[in-house]
Each structure stands twice: as structure tokens, then as C-alpha cells.
């Protein structure tokens, strides 16, 4: 059947009249119900916006690909690394956390860094951020921790009480506030700034056996960060700048690039590591973990709709492939659930079945129906297992690697109470400039904080980490750092 791409018509494809003048009883009556082009109209209309993200609503998308540059297939079968110079296409969603929609760019926030490869084998979704530790390590207390960081539920407003009320009552925090209040805290661009997947995972090569890696995705564009005024100037001006930047670099032909590395550590040395590396409020020293580089990340293409790809695009830290699967780290198991939960909310049953999320590799399965299944169903082809008519069957050699646990099922906190050595290493690693405008940042953040009792709270953690650093904060705002702490 020949379209004519020119003809305006209806969503059910009947060509439109009049797009211009509803349809009125009479030049000056009121108007008619049966203009149901217009009724069709308005109603979708009303019906544009699903629900943004509860957290890393704003959001910058761009495709790409990634290309192996080392043989790491000693360590993981995953099929998309299984050889130097393989490519498999991806596609990127970078984002800030706490704003809203249509917040602005260039705030102080981590920024989400968001990555689906799409691989013969299905999808691989790498959900990370820009730093690479958290404020908290277990995911019970991820709702609390975001809540301090939205509105006050009555004036809608930004709450820096709840803020610090809630990280100096949680000093796990302590690595990424340090992080998060340095410069590093607002980046120049996206393209100016690092990745990480934060959290520990396993890769588990063709023979069976396992290693525990962390990702760090290394820009090639070099790390810059804004100028505090220079940002506060532009949120006002461009709320978009960093949006506008990735788009507009892509659209030139400067391709941003990321190097992805690894550190890779034995399943062994978990038992014994000097803290534990499934606390994902910590880094591993790449003195013990080297870097070993992976491949090469590269963006060359933009979305061609915004809400089509960016918005509806789903990445799940459970989006596994085989060869590569999950840690014990507590904050990753509660991450298994949120997305997948939250996807099914906010995009339907179906998203998977998007063009965006739709992966390379066929997905056969017994799933059926559901609100906007946008693919043949599965047509007549048979709906149950195990069945008799050669349907789609598992294949146990891809089972995730089989995994000793021991101990009680009970609730229990992490057992390194250490949140200071990271942070303080951390602080003394900065030069001077950067230290003093990493305390001038934390003052003015806390400065607004209502009660003494919390400020004092805090500099007693930024103390523990460096005295200087706790010196420093408490000088700022005109306080005593606590004795006896
Ligand atoms: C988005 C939950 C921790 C990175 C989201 C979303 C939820 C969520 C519900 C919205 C998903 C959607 O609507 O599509 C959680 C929970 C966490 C947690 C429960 C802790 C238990 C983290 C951590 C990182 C992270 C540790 C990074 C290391 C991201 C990113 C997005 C996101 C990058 C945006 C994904 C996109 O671009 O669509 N998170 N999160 N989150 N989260 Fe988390």
C-alpha cells in the first residue's frame, strides 16, 4: 500500500479535513463532539508525559559503539568481549540525580552514567555514575537517602536540614560527599568526565571459574569540571548547557570517546581484602587491582527522538549476558529489582519490546500479551513450557556460576565501621586550591542547616577523616570542632 508521507491523517491512518478550525455547529456556535479528530487531539495530548523517573530524570542520550582493544576472554565469556577489534552497538544515557525533568544542567549532583550494549547475546546494561563509590552501601536505605534529597513535603522546597541531617547520621556517605563536594561535584560536560559501574560484579570465563571486577570508563576528552559561578550563571541562562553540548559535539563529528578498564580481583581475595569489596561506598586500591584497559567507547550518532529513545530507554544493573553477573553487594541485590519494577511503572510490561530497549539478539520466551505489546506476540507459536513442539529451551551451560554462601538469615550492617581512610586519602590528595574550595563549597551548603546538633555532627566525620578537613569546615562556620568524638 503506497503512503503519501505529506497527508496529514488520523492515529488510525484516515485522512484529516481540517486541522486548523474545529468543526462548530454554525460559523459562531458552540463546538461539535463528532469532530473526533479534534476530540482525538486533545485527548492524546492529555496523554503525552509518563511518569519521569523517580530519581536521574534529566537525561542526555547518544548511540554509539564499543570496540574491544584487549583479549580478556581468559576471564569472561561474555561473547561482546570475546575478541580484539569486535564492535557492539550501545547506546548511552548520562543524567543528574535529585533534579526534575526539566531541572537544570549544570548542578551539583552526581551524574548518572547509563550504559546498554547491545550484544548477540542479548542486552547488557552497565548502570553507573560518574564517581565511583555511593553515599550509602545498602539498598534499604536508598528511599530515605533520596527523599532528603528532593522537596520538603510541604514547601517544595530544597531541604539542606534533611540533606546533612540524613549524611551525618549515615558517614558511609563521607567518600562521596567529599567526592561530590569537590570539583568533580558539577563536570564541564559530559564528555568531560569519567564512568564508573560503581559496584563489584563477577565475570565468569568459559571454563567456569570467576573473578570479581569494577568498571571505570576513562574519557579521552580529559576530566574538566565548571567553575561554581560559571554553572550557577548557566543554570539560569542554558538550564540545558550540558545537554546542548553532547548534542551539538556529536552532531559536528567530535566524537567523544571513553577508554573502559577493569580491576580485577580473585574470588579469593574477598575473604581477606582489608575491607570488603562489596561495599560499594569504597574504591580498591589499583596499587592491589590494576587497571587493565578493555576497549574503547565511542558516540557518533543522535537519537533522532528524544522521547522515543532517551525517555523510554530502560537500563536494569540486572540486564545481565552470560559471563558476567551480580555481587553480593548489597546495594547491587536491591538494584536487581528497583529498575525492572520501576520500568514496568513507568514505561509498561512491555518496554523491553521498544525499538530502544528491543535487543539485537531475537528474545524468544513465553511471555504473552500485556498493555502495548508492539511486536507479533508471539503469533501462534506455542505459549507454555516445557512443551512437546520444540519451543524455545533453556540452555544450562549458560546458568550463572554456582556460589558457596554460609551464615544466618539476619539483618546485619557491614562489619568495617572505617568511613574515614578513603575520605581523608582523598582530601589529602588535593592541592590547596582544591582544598580550599572544597571546604568554601561544604560550608556554603551547610551553612542553611537549621540545627547546630547536625553541623556538628558532620565536621565530627570530616575531622575523623582529616583534621584539617573538619578544622577547616568548622572554622567556616563559625564553630568548635566537638571534643571527645
Ligand atoms: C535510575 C533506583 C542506586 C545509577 C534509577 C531509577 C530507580 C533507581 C528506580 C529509575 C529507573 C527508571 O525509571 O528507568 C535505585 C536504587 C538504588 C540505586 C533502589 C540503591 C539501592 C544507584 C547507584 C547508581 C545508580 C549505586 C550508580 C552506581 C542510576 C542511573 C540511573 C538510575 C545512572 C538512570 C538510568 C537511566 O538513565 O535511565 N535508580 N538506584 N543508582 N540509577 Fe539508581
Redesign the pocket.
Known sequence: MSTNPNKLTTSWGAPVGDNQNSMTAGARGPTLIQDVHLLEKLAHFNRERV?E????AK?A?AHGYFEVTNDLSGYTKAAFLSEVGKRTPMFI???T?AGELGSADTVRD?R???VKFYTEEGNYDL???N?PV?F?R??I???DFIHTQKRHPQTHLKNPNAVWDFWSLSPESLHQVTILMSDRGIPATLRHMHG????TFKWVSDRGEGVWVKYHFKTEQGVKNLDVDLAAKLAGENPDYHTEDLFNAIANGDFPAWKLHVQIMPLEDADTYRFDPFD?TKVWSQKDYPLIEVGRMVLDRNPENYFAEVEQ???S?GSFVPGIEASPDK??Q??L???S???R???GANHNALPINRPKAEANNYQRDGQMRPDTNGGGSVYYEPNSYGGPAQSPEHKPAAYAVSGQADSVAYDHHDHYTQAGDLYRLLSEDERERLVRTIVGAMMPVEKDEIKLRQIGHFYKADPDYGQRVAAGLGLSVPQGD
Open positions: 511518569p523517573r523517580v530519581v536521574h537525561g542520550g544515557r548520562f543524567s540525580v552526581p548518572g552514567f547509563a548502570v553507573g555514575n564517581t555511593f550509602i545498602d539498598a536505605k536508598f528511599p564508573f559501574g560503581s559496584h560499594v530507554a530502560t537500563f544493573p546495594m547491587l536491591g538494584r529489582f528497583a529498575y519494577d520501576a520500568h511503572y513507568r514505561v
